[in-house]
């Protein structure tokens, strides 16, 4: 099977997907335009903001497409071969992730914008409030560790000759420069919008091809910006630590709304590629489809281990903190659920295929020793040089890179914004010292982790990340489950999709916990994940056995508002 015959049906699969099974999700909820949302109902001009669907679509995309779908689905093909991850992100993403995703976004809108653990409060009640805050906070931790070091690593690289040009480069110095300038172009939007009030088309011609050119212009000053990562580490949780706490009209927004456009970019780059390149003969697969069920020692079964390193390119719990964090603060009517929350997940999706594309068509010498984020950014150039032509592989390298950059750099502020709310739910304080005190913390505590922990950790966590990250999806299904059971609504479509997702990550758990503790040569870092997993499989337990009792009409709790 050839990659342009498998990038197509995949595009059939989203495209009927979307219109089909999103269609009849969206029904399930009864979706009402002259419904009152929290955009309205709440509008504060800081966090509660009526948006327009298709630049919140870019913002919400770019929140939640961070380094899962690129390192996930890299990671898992070089491990079980391409196609079990081909297969697992094709049936996940139509009937579990983009179900999840939608399914939180709309809870959160009925419930006022709050966010999914609030949800799980109201109706499992103040302990099953608590625990789910604290596995969501536990969570984010984790997404906040992996994504720095990742990022940090992205901005660090000696200089280099690039396929014999014979100039000095610093590919990571290009990137940093140009993600820096991406930020400040962003700021810019954010202040002429809320000033000027252009329209948006305009705002769209001037700024989106601005980007592109801070790309050209990072690679003309590659070597100003030469730190080692720790140092970057630093000054991106410092990054955080503002960014977090500005009203969402300066940064978040026109952030999100620009780096949407990099990663359609991507998308196109990706698509045409595939197409272009391998019709013209250019592009082979280079990879084995299937490397067998159990690969490796520890870590290396097909079930549970594909699913939760895959991670966010299938299914992913932080969507749904993006859903009832920031985005449903900012739905205008109840129908745009559907395209924001469904859509989005769907484009995610892509984004996974097009980074196992990049797999794919890899020699086993061009993955050697590579990390997933120079795997993605070296395949996108290498798409993107299929179109443009080989004089122009500079750009087209420093943009793959670029992209991945974008993906996972968006992440981290939203994070560590969602990180602040859920500390000020859990503990009930308010204000601005609240929240500065509340974001301190967020971003301290991975801040001292990476800078005890060393470049490269995120490797040493990335399983215990995703299986946190997919269980976090089935808890909150289960929070839906129970709110449609008590308000007398059908619920099959969110339960098995919790089902399977549960017993996958639980399973995850289980293991990692057994190799922390019952392997002689478990490394340090194995030994805290299994502390950590053994926090987690607590804390969900707790949760299922909360939601079971409802589900199964063994508490005596009283019916839910009607949905």
């Not at 906040?144 to 000696?158: E, R, Y």
């Not at 940064?251 to 991507?266: H, K, M, N, W």
């Not at 780059?269 to 595939?274: A, F, K, M, P």
């Not at 009517?333 to 980074?355: D, N, R, T």
Request: net charge positive.
């Amino acid at each position: 099977m050839s990659l342009p015959l498998i990038a197509g049906l995949f595009l059939v699969l989203l495209a009927l997907g979307y219109h089909f099974y999103g269609g009849f999700i969206a029904r399930q909820y009864n979706l009402d335009d002259g419904a009152v949302t929290p955009a309205h109902a709440k509008q504060d001009g800081v966090d509660f903001i009526p948006t327009k669907p298709f630049y919140l679509l870019g913002q919400h995309f770019s929140a939640i497409a961070a380094a899962g779908p690129i390192a996930g689905p890299i990671l898992a093909a070089q491990q079980f071969g391409w196609l079990p991850a081909l297969m697992w992100i094709s049936f996940g993403v139509v009937f579990i992730g983009a179900v999840h995703d939608l399914s939180t976004l709309i809870a959160s809108v009925r419930h006022g914008g709050v966010s999914i653990a609030e949800v799980v409060r109201e109706h499992l009640g103040p302990r099953a409030g608590v625990a789910m805050l604290l596995f969501i906070w536990v969570a984010l931790i984790y997404v906040i560790v992996a994504f720095t070091d990742a990022t940090a690593s992205t901005f660090v690289s000696g200089d280099a000759d690039l396929a014999g040009l014979t100039f000095r480069f610093n590919p990571g110095g290009a990137v940093a420069a140009a993600s820096i300038m991406y930020l400040v172009l962003a700021v810019v939007m954010g202040v002429v919008d809320r000033f000027l009030k252009p329209p948006l088309w305009l705002q769209t011609v001037l700024f989106v091809p601005a980007t592109l050119g801070a790309v050209w212009l990072g690679t003309q000053v590659s070597t100003v910006l030469v730190m080692d990562a720790k140092a970057w580490s630093v000054l991106i949780l410092a990054y955080c630590f503002v960014a977090s706490l500005t009203p969402v009209w300066i940064l978040l927004q026109p952030r999100g709304y620009l780096g949407g456009f990099v990663l359609y970019a991507a998308l196109a780059i990706g698509v045409v590629g595939i197409f272009y390149g391998g019709l013209k003969g250019e592009l082979s697969i280079q990879q084995p489809a299937f490397n067998g069920f159990q690969v490796g020692g520890a870590g290396g079964a097909l079930f549970p281990f594909l699913f939760v390193t895959i991670a966010c390119g299938a299914c992913s719990g932080f969507h749904g903190l993006v859903c009832s964090g920031t985005t449903s603060k900012q739905i205008d009517k109840e129908s745009h659920v559907h395209p924001v929350g469904y859509g989005a997940m769907l484009l995610e999706g892509f984004v996974a295929v097009i980074a196992l594309a990049t797999v794919m068509i890899a020699t086993k010498a061009d993955l050697t020793g590579k990390a997933p984020g120079a795997v993605y950014g070296m395949g996108l150039g290498r798409l993107l040089v299929t179109i443009i032509g080989p004089e122009h592989l500079l750009f087209a390298t420093t943009f793959g890179a670029m992209a991945f950059s974008t993906f996972v750099f968006d992440t981290l502020d939203v994070s560590t914004r969602l990180g602040r709310y859920i500390l000020q739910e859990l503990t009930g304080a308010k204000g601005r010292t609240a929240a500065g005190l509340a974001t301190a913390i967020t971003c301290g505590v991975p801040m001292l982790f990476v800078l005890l922990a060393g470049t490269g950790a995120w490797r040493s966590f990335w399983t215990l990340f995703g299986t946190s990250n997919q269980l976090l999806a089935s808890l909150s299904l289960l929070g839906i489950c129970v709110w449609l059971k008590k308000s007398g609504k059908r619920y099959a479509y969110a339960l098995l999709p919790m089902l399977f997702v549960g017993a996958v990550t639980l399973t995850s758990l289980v293991l990692q916990i057994r190799d922390a503790f019952f392997v002689p040569e478990a490394t340090a870092a194995v030994r805290l994940n299994g502390v950590v997993a053994l926090v987690l499989l607590a804390l969900a337990l707790s949760l299922f056995v909360a939601g079971g009792r409802v589900l199964l009409n063994r508490d005596g709790a009283r019916p839910a508002p009607a949905v």
